[in-house]
T-cell receptor, first 112, second 113 residues
Framework: AQSVSQHNHHVILSEAASLELGCNYS??????LFWYVQYPGQHLQLLLK??????LVKGIKGFEAEFIKSKFSFNLRKPSVQWSDTAEYFC??????????FGPGTRLSVLP | EAGVTQSPTHLIKTRGQQVTLRCSPI?????VYWYQQALGLGLQFLLW???????NRGNFPPRFSGRQFPNYSSELNVNALELEDSALYLC????????????FGEGSRLTVL
């Protein structure tokens, strides 16, 4: 069965700091990978996704993620966070014909 | 284009009661997923329906059940409610079972007293 782990439960940063949120998954086959964001009081939205090709994918709002197959990782990065990035971030994996599995989430608090 | 819609948005029930939550996927989407988001527990997978069939279910007791209708809308039923069922229940849809991303609704907030 697939599983997803996220390295940090809660991350606190000051504005303009760089962000990296870790995500690892366990599944031996080909997977699709996603990062979703849930802003306070809003529904989950897709930040970015990886299906195939260039392992460095760019998403909305300046976020990017790198798929490292050998490490089963899909870490999310942003060079300079803003207060408006305060949210909960979920990594998710989906294999062909399988349901989506989400990580436990990382709460990001950005201090102005 | 309308997104995923869920109803009701909020509801309060007492222990032992039953509840039905409803979800309408994005037009043209055939796959519907249900997740439970309890405080501090992330998204726990409940059920996955595609083309009217249950494709998979998560590690929840049988009192959690659901179905998908011919128009691809779905409902989630929870019988014999317990206090720990209090959570946000999220529905998501995807175009097909093998493509792309999930689109989420706003959720149904269930409080069990």
């Amino acid at each position: 069965a697939q599983s997803v782990s996220q390295h940090n439960h809660h991350v606190i940063l000051s504005e303009a700091a760089s962000l990296e949120l870790g995500c690892n998954y366990s599944y031996g086959g080909t997977v699709n990978l996603f990062w979703y964001v849930q802003y306070p009081g809003q529904h989950l939205q897709l930040l970015l996704k990886y299906f195939s090709g260039d392992p460095l994918v760019k998403g909305i709002k300046g976020f990017e993620a790198e798929f490292i197959k050998s490490k089963f990782s899909f870490n999310l990065r942003k060079p300079s966070v803003q207060w408006s990035d305060t949210a909960e971030y979920f990594c998710a994996v989906n294999a062909y014909g399988q349901n989506f599995v989400f990580g436990p989430g990382t709460r990001l608090s950005v201090l102005p | 284009e309308a997104g995923v819609t869920q109803s009701p948005t909020h509801l309060i029930k007492t222990r032992g009661q039953q509840v039905t939550l409803r979800c309408s996927p994005i037009s043209g989407h055939t796959s519907v997923y249900w997740y439970q988001q309890a405080l501090g527990l992330g998204l726990q997978f409940l059920l996955w329906y595609d083309e009217g069939e249950e494709r998979n279910r998560g590690n929840f007791p049988p009192r959690f059940s659901g179905r998908q209708f011919p128009n691809y809308s779905s409902e989630l039923n929870v019988n014999a409610l317990e206090l720990e069922d209090s959570a946000l229940y999220l529905c998501a849809s995807s175009l097909t079972r093998d493509t792309g991303e999930l689109f989420f609704g706003e959720g149904s907030r269930l409080t069990v007293l």
